[in-house]
């Protein structure tokens, strides 16, 4: 790299990273992007986690709600962002379960009417969700701006009262105020969950901002299949950055960010070990809050920690069910398992209390149903499938004296839940890896902080803000200073708009630097 000065050095090559260095780059900026890992994308990547199987996994993140398609159209991105054909599935006991199609019609009505008894909960549904589109039409734009004072967004919003009851109600009084059946409004609460280790009856705004930035994204929140995986989206970023100009290095692992009044350095090691350093004027920070301010010599803030089980799986096929519904429906869109709003409530306090739930709320989804091409041709002619199950209420804490342990305690608990609504059993389905072993890779919140250097393994680096301004002094700013001039935020957790993959951050924190200089 020699001695040459950059105009920005981007730490951290995930998603947020790979957008901040594009939209700069293109700009006419020099930037120099350093990421730890040996490939860039951070969460959202692409693997073929069981050796001889040509299948390709999204490992940990795995579906794109929020990212805008102003970024996509801006940065040219190369991506194909899929519809699934159904938005959920419930699997309940001894019934057909609740189905809900992406494009409400009669299927749902008539799994609404044999869950209930009754065509009031639909229509309490469609006038919830009716309010929640409305929302999404009137808050995603104002993702992409300048951050609004409260009174100027409220201002902008057709459904108000809304907009104050999630910000200012716990969000189950919100959910329970529109929806009756226990079942019914634990498939809208895990909205708020998802990512979130919350009380869904507290008022302290977690499950809320959790909930808000589910249902938003691109003005539908309808969540989208990447084809190809969450790879895909990634390696666009990356080609939208290199060829833009940027420079990306991996293996380089920054090890300090010396900021100035005009500038910075960052020191970093190489593949090699060499140590290195480099002047930037600007410091991006892709990496978690506690990783950007252990870089610059500061004590961590405190930090939430991450609450999901992820599980990985390759079947070779699909599961019966007992309900007697397709597979091929049931695990399309989001397959919800032991997510009644009663059994979050008692997973949670058991959590709350130091204890793996008894009963873990869960949720699957099969990527390959709505995008076969994470399948090499040989499994795809054999009618293989993915799996990615992502469980609820399992703080990092309950790992940490145990973390094996408790992580195949888990995965246990979890696969004899799901065996209960099946035919056959989960382990009878699983394809063999070129070793002769069962596809399947759990990953605990501690194994994802082991990974990917997310503090708490919390996969949003943190809690979720609000995406309004907090203080007067913030309004008009994209959200991403931090204690030191030449240094912007641009992570998840770091920026006031951040979360999910979006690349939210990395456009607030290029878009700063751009309108500042």
Not at 243 to 248: P, S
Not at 286 to 296: E, F
């Given at each position: 790299m020699g001695a040459r000065r950059y105009d920005a050095v981007v730490v951290g090559a995930g998603h947020n990273g790979l957008v901040a260095a594009a939209y700069l780059a293109r700009a006419g900026w020099s930037v120099l992007v350093l990421e730890r890992l040996a490939e860039a994308g951070g969460a959202a990547v692409s693997r073929q986690v069981f050796p001889g199987l040509d299948v390709r996994l999204?490992?940990?993140?795995?579906?794109?709600?929020?990212?805008?398609?102003?970024?996509?159209?801006?940065?040219?991105?190369?991506?194909?962002?899929?519809?699934?054909?159904?938005?959920?599935?419930?699997a309940v006991p001894g019934g057909p379960g609740l189905l809900v199609e992406r494009d409400d019609g009669p299927a749902t009505a008539a799994s609404f009417h044999a869950l209930t008894g009754s065509d009031a909960e639909l229509a309490a549904w469609r006038r919830f969700y009716a309010r929640l589109a409305t929302l999404a039409e009137d808050l995603a734009p104002t993702l992409t701006e300048p951050l609004l004072s409260p009174a100027e967004l409220t201002g902008r919003l057709r459904d108000q009262q809304l907009w104050h009851d999630l910000r200012e109600r716990p969000l189950a009084d919100v959910v329970g105020d529109a929806l009756a059946h226990d079942v019914v409004r634990g498939v809208a609460l895990t909205d708020g969950l998802i990512g979130t280790y919350a009380d869904v009856h507290a008022a302290d705004g977690l499950a809320g901002r959790c909930f808000l930035y589910h249902v938003v994204g691109n003005g539908t929140g309808r969540w989208r299949v990447p084809v190809g995986g969450m790879g895909a989206v990634t390696g666009a970023m990356a080609a939208a950055a290199r060829?833009?100009?940027?420079?990306?290095v991996t293996r380089a692992e920054v090890t300090a960010v010396e900021p100035r009044d005009d500038g910075a350095t960052v020191h970093w090691t190489d593949d090699e070990g060499t140590e290195r350093a480099v002047d930037a004027g600007w410091v991006v920070g892709?990496?978690?809050?506690?990783?950007?301010?252990?870089?610059?010599g500061e004590a961590p803030q405190p930090s939430a920690d991450g609450a999901q089980l992820k599980v990985n799986m390759v079947l070779a096929r699909l599961p019966r069910l007992r309900s007697g519904v397709d597979p091929a429906v049931a695990f399309a869109g989001t397959c919800h398992v032991d997510e009644a709003a009663s059994q979050l409530d008692a997973a949670h306090a058991q959590a709350a209390a130091g204890r793996l739930p008894d009963v873990v709320p869960f949720e699957v989804y099969c990527h390959s149903l709505t995008d076969p091409t994470v399948l090499g041709p040989a499994e795809r002619a054999a009618g293989w499938h993915t799996l990615t199950l992502f469980g609820l209420h399992t703080p990092a804490g309950l790992f940490r004296d145990d973390p094996d342990g408790t992580r195949d305690e888990a995965v246990r608990r979890v696969v004899a839940q799901l065996d209960a609504h099946l035919a056959e059993p989960l382990l009878d389905c699983l394809a063999r890896d070129a070793e002769g072993r069962p596809c399947l890779q759990a990953a605990s919140p501690l194994d994802v902080e082991a990974s990917l250097a997310m503090p708490g393994g919390h996969i949003f680096?943190?809690?979720?803000?609000?995406?309004?301004a907090a203080t007067p002094e913030e309004v008009g700013t994209w959200g991403v200073a931090t204690a030191h001039p030449r240094v912007v935020a641009a992570s998840s957790g770091g920026t006031v708009r951040g979360g999910a993959v979006s690349g939210l951050g990395g456009y607030a924190a290029a878009r700063a630097l751009l309108d500042r200089c």
């Open positions: 999204s490992a940990y993140s795995y579906l794109v709600s929020l990212l805008p398609d102003r970024v996509v159209a801006d940065l040219g991105l190369q991506v194909t962002l899929a519809d699934r054909a159904v938005a959920s599935y419930t060829g833009a100009g940027a420079e990306l892709g990496a978690a809050p506690a990783v950007l301010d252990r870089l610059l680096h943190g809690d979720l803000s609000w995406p309004v």
